[in-house]
């Protein structure tokens, strides 16, 4: 997409990690990829298993982390998250760029990466993961929060679904059954206590001597 375009010369500001925890969702703005305050609750309750944060979303790059947070208005960021979904086609161009900004994501990370997919997150995930190379000894869980679209088979990827109890729009698109249910709809439900309390039991601690 071209929004990712201005990306493509920017470092990636992932910096090497044993254990690291990042969200990749569907970009609810083009100015920037700061994280929403309930995001970066998640990981913040995440660290306190080891898991080492990577504060920004897609594409993770020095670009993507200029400015400031701003909440991008409802329907505007929902006409977004739509167009991304839409773009996210097996060998389409987006693909390809998922992967590229992926990519250096998985290579700095040692032994344990953890993709919280938010909503189109899942599809973008399913799109890039045939043009990603997982590094040998990464174990890479996936939790997929309130799921839209399809997930990659599992094979190099652990995949887990968390759903809200009133999120109609990811069990109608998402046939993946969930393996966790928690109170809230599509728009809350992946921030909530429930969803962080799933997480944490669903992936465990990152590393054996976190205090949980």
Partial sequence: MRWLDRHAASPCVAAPAAAR???LTGQSSWQHAHLSPGQVAVLAALA??????????????AA??????RRAPLVAASL????QHLAARPGSRFAAQVARHLQPVLDRTAD???????????QLLAVAAPLLTVPPGLRVQVVALGPVGRLPADGPWEVHVVRGDRDRISRW????PADVVVPG???DAATGPAAVAAVRRLTGAAVPEAVR
């Fill in 64 to 69: 993507a982390a200029a400015g400031e947070y």
């Fill in 173 to 176: 698109g998402c046939r993946r």
């Fill in 48 to 61: 306190a298993d080891g898991w080492t944060p990577l504060p920004l979303g897609l594409p993770w790059t």
């Fill in 185 to 187: 709809g599509h728009l």
């Fill in 112 to 122: 344990r990466l953890l993709l919280l997919c938010g909503s189109t997150g899942a």
């Fill in 80 to 83: 977004r998250n739509a167009a």
């Fill in 21 to 23: 925890a990042v969200w």
